[in-house]
């Protein structure tokens, strides 16, 4: 009799313990292996964490916005792969279906998706500090503060009034949590990667160094948004240059009456004291009044070559302009443009 309910205990305890060992094998499957991220949805999901984010930081925000179903599952499978007490920060891509083990690996890898950084149409240091930092972790004013910290630029080889030409405005990608120190490094990598030897050569030709060009092509910009017509215009600015003729580029005037919605410039604007005043100081301004797009560049660097030294809006407002060799050529087609300015009750 004893025999028998010994058996039966270990029959029982035997039964009991293959039972609980499947019920814990199905719940460690469970938790690794079936879907939890996303369940119900198609599309990926974007997570940002953030530097000197926590892990309860990253699990609330998962399960706050819905991206996992499970929380207590994906808690214990981040403890168990060690990414509780190793989060990294960055921008993350997380699939639809995807897994606890597949989503730890992920987010424990550190392996980013990067975000594609552009930039263009900036007028001031403001400006680029905004857009250049839109969709990324540091802040305007922290970008900003770089721009305007004379020190940290002179180490790129700038200065206040020139470091807005080491930005060239293009699209990169860059990972989102980047520091504004290594963004301004990464700038000025791809500063160096468009300043070839043949562009630097070509410059050398112009008798410009690479800030010269940088702040001419702000103003050759400035004047026409028509890419085909730049390497005229440029080439305007390029004879005046040689022949000690004063610029007087209107878009540096409004560059220096800080009023970028100004729309005709008066001769009361060309009194102005600054040294962006190009109609009062001859030679470039100190530095560019915009940040040249890179068909700009090239169109200083690859400016036609004629006779032309002025240059008049058309009056059809068309974009394009009106060339003359001559002042009294010149004036003709100011007149026409100023007559339709007046037509167009434009002051």
């Known amino acids: ?19 609980l060992l499947t019920s814990l094998s199905f719940y460690f499957y469970q938790a690794f292996f079936s879907p939890n991220a996303l369940t119900d949805k ?13 892990f309860q930081m990253v699990s609330d925000s998962l399960y706050q916005n819905e991206v996992i179903h499970d929380l207590i599952t994906f808690s214990f499978v981040a403890k168990v792969l060690g990414y509780q007490e190793a989060v990294k920060p960055g921008l993350y891509t997380i699939p639809a279906k995807m897994s606890n083990l597949n989503l730890v690996r ?9 975000v594609k950084l552009t930039f263009n149409n900036v007028r001031t240091k403001e400006d680029l500090a905004e857009k250049i ?15 305007k910290d004379s020190a940290y630029i002179r180490k790129f080889g700038f200065e206040e009034e020139t470091v807005m030409g080491m930005f060239i405005p293009n699209t990169y990608e860059i990972w989102w949590n980047t520091s504004a120190e290594n963004l301004f490094d990464r700038m000025y990598k791809e500063y160096g990667n468009f300043w070839t030897e043949a562009r630097l050569q070509k ?34 600015y390029l004879n005046r240059l040689r022949i000690n003729m004063a610029l007087q580029a209107d878009p540096t005037l409004v560059f220096a009456v800080g009023d970028f919605n100004l ?31 890179i068909s700009a560049l090239e169109a200083v660097l690859n400016y036609e ?7 008049c809006a058309k009056e059809d407002f068309s974009g394009y302009h009106a060339f003359a060799k001559d002042y009294n050529e010149h004036m003709n087609n100011a007149r026409r443009y100023q007559a339709a300015l007046n037509r167009s009750k434009i002051y």
């Open 42 to 54: 198609e599309d990926s999901y974007t997570l940002k964490i953030p530097s000197n984010a926590t």
């Open 305 to 311: 070559d004629h006779d032309y030294l002025y240059f």
């Open 203 to 236: 410059a050398k030709n112009l008798g410009l160094t690479q800030n010269e060009v940088s702040a001419l092509a702000s103003i050759v910009q400035a004047e026409t948004q028509k890419a085909d017509e730049r390497p005229k215009v440029a080439g305007v």
């Open 1 to 19: 009799m004893f025999k028998d309910n010994k058996t039966k205990y270990y029959l029982i305890a035997v039964v009991t313990f293959s039972v």
């Open 263 to 293: 729309k005709r410039v008066l001769n009361v604007h060309k009194e102005i004291d600054s040294p962006y005043n190009t109609y009062k100081y001859p030679g470039l301004p100190p530095g560019p009044i915009n940040l040249p797009e």
């Open 106 to 114: 992920l987010l424990r890898s550190g392996r980013q998706t990067p």
């Open 133 to 147: 930092t839109k969709n990324l972790e540091i802040s305007p004013e922290t970008f900003l503060a770089l721009l």
